[in-house]
């Protein structure tokens, strides 16, 4: 038995000694599994309804420290629980865990058992919810980038990070031969992975040397935003047994690329059975839906910049001439936009949002380009027409946020935002970023010590 199982597939597997470990899991802020390890006897016997865990788990930083501040959660309200309600429909077996298998979980107030609002699964949860009423289905492909080291975990921390050795020396953007060196990691890495009902179309070296990416095939959008941190938690597990390290640093290192997390939609009739993007008629065979909705994307992007960006580091990764985009505007199958429409016919037709770096959260990047698309729809945008030419030079197009601290203040200001998230998941999501500005502003850098320890 592989892949995707029933609730019924795994009590017939755990009765017969196949699997013995359950994982129930769900995404924190950052886009990380976090939850428990039960017996799995004890879990389709008692814990498959509920469990718990402590409330704090939402509002930490990314080293798990509680952050003062929060409404949601504190010291003073005594960091109570919130439930863990697994969603029996995501049950996978886990191929490079022995006997395990791995349920995720959405996050619910312990006293209502509504979805927390302030959760990134049930933030995305409601905008799939508002397509739904209007009646459409968002389909969803988020394609991952990350850098393969020749090292472990253990030994690159004692590098302290620096000069790590990447698994292969030089770049191998498309090249055969440089990640044939690389296929012992990616090779188990693709197999497992559609092993465990991720189906993996393929993978390729990167524009950095020892960096990769990787692409899984569109699903609807919590089915997409799932495989995401499915994928991503697995690809670190399998580098640890393989004696690697991976990164999803959106820029670990200033002279080499950045990692992406290039971002397809599209909307579908509510059966999930017609796309709507397409129209052979129409200005660039995109409907005058899909035209809203890429509209909207656009007029809206500093202002939802955030949940594709939510790093100090990430905004590191926006420079010109590396194929990360630096400019709001789409183009036709044009690298330097940050956005690209894509696919030809009636099924392939897409927007690509080429702003969102790896280390984003698929939840929260997914809710805002939905409730972006839907503002568009609402108000009835018109698309401009695509840009031409090397967006990178274009003085006169709109910036994509410079700073988190530029982008938390369009977020927070955003009053699309606020009606279609909530105010209390705008604000919780403000004083993440500006703590971690915080974090960040009182810290020495190692480039400040070399600049200025002996020359100021």
């Not at 690389?182 to 465990?196: C, I, K, P, S, V």
């Not at 397809?264 to 709507?276: I, V």
């Not at 129209?279 to 656009?298: F, H, I, M, R, V």
């Not at 003085?395 to 938390?408: F, G, N, S, V, Y």
């Amino acid at each position: 038995m592989t892949g995707n199982v029933t609730f019924d597939q795994l009590k017939k597997s755990v009765a017969g000694g196949a699997v013995d470990t359950v994982l129930a899991c769900a995404a924190d802020m950052q886009g990380r599994l976090i939850g428990k390890r039960f017996l799995a006897s004890f879990f389709v016997e008692s814990a498959h309804d509920e469990t718990h865990g402590c409330n704090y788990l939402l509002a930490d930083d990314i080293d798990m420290e509680p952050v003062p501040g929060y409404k949601a959660a504190s010291w003073s309200k005594g960091y109570g629980d919130f439930v863990l309600k697994p969603d029996l429909s995501t049950i996978r077996l886990v191929p490079w865990l022995e006997k395990t298998a791995l349920v995720l979980c959405d996050v619910l107030d312990h006293h209502t058992h509504d979805d927390l609002p302030h959760s990134p699964r049930g933030i995305l949860k409601k905008q799939i919810k508002r397509l739904a009423e209007r009646g459409y289905m968002g389909f969803f492909a988020s394609e991952l980038e990350f850098y393969l080291f020749s090292e472990t975990y253990e030994s690159a921390r004692a590098k302290h990070w620096q000069n790590l050795n990447t698994a292969s020396p030089y770049i191998g953007d498309y090249l055969i031969s440089i990640t044939t060196k690389e296929e012992g990691y990616m090779r188990r890495l693709r197999n497992d992975m559609n092993a465990a009902g991720i189906p993996i179309e393929n993978s390729k070296g990167e524009w950095g040397p020892g960096q990769e990416e990787i692409n899984v095939r569109y699903a609807e959008a919590l089915e997409m935003a799932d495989r995401h941190v499915f994928l991503k938690n697995g690809a670190k597990e399998i580098a640890d047994i393989e004696g690697k390290a991976v990164s999803f640093m959106a820029k670990y290192n200033y002279g080499l690329a950045g990692n992406s997390s290039h971002i397809h939609n599209s909307l579908w009739s509510a059966d999930g059975k017609t796309p709507l993007f397409f129209d052979k008629s129409a200005p660039w065979t995109l409907s005058e839906l899909g035209q809203q909705w890429s509209a909207g994307q656009l007029r809206y992007a500093r202002e939802f910049t955030l949940l594709l960006a939510p790093y100090i580091n990430s905004y590191k990764r926006f420079q010109s001439g590396t194929f990360a985009p630096t400019k709001i505007m789409w183009s036709e199958d044009n690298r330097t936009a940050g956005f690209r429409l894509c696919g030809e016919g009636t099924k392939g037709i897409r927007m690509e949002c080429r702003i969102g770096g790896a280390d984003l959260n698929p939840y929260l990047a997914f809710a805002g380009l939905i409730a972006a698309g839907l503002a568009g729809i609402d108000e009835k945008l018109e698309l401009q027409k695509p840009f031409v030419g090397d967006a990178y030079q274009a003085a006169r197009l709109p910036e994509i946020p410079k700073t988190l601290r530029d982008a938390t203040e369009a977020f927070s200001r955003s009053k699309m935002l606020r009606q279609a998230l909530g105010d209390e998941v705008v604000e919780h999501y403000v004083h993440t970023a500006r703590w971690e500005q915080l974090e960040y502003d009182r810290r020495i850098t190692d480039w400040e010590l070399h600049r200025g320890f002996e020359r100021y």
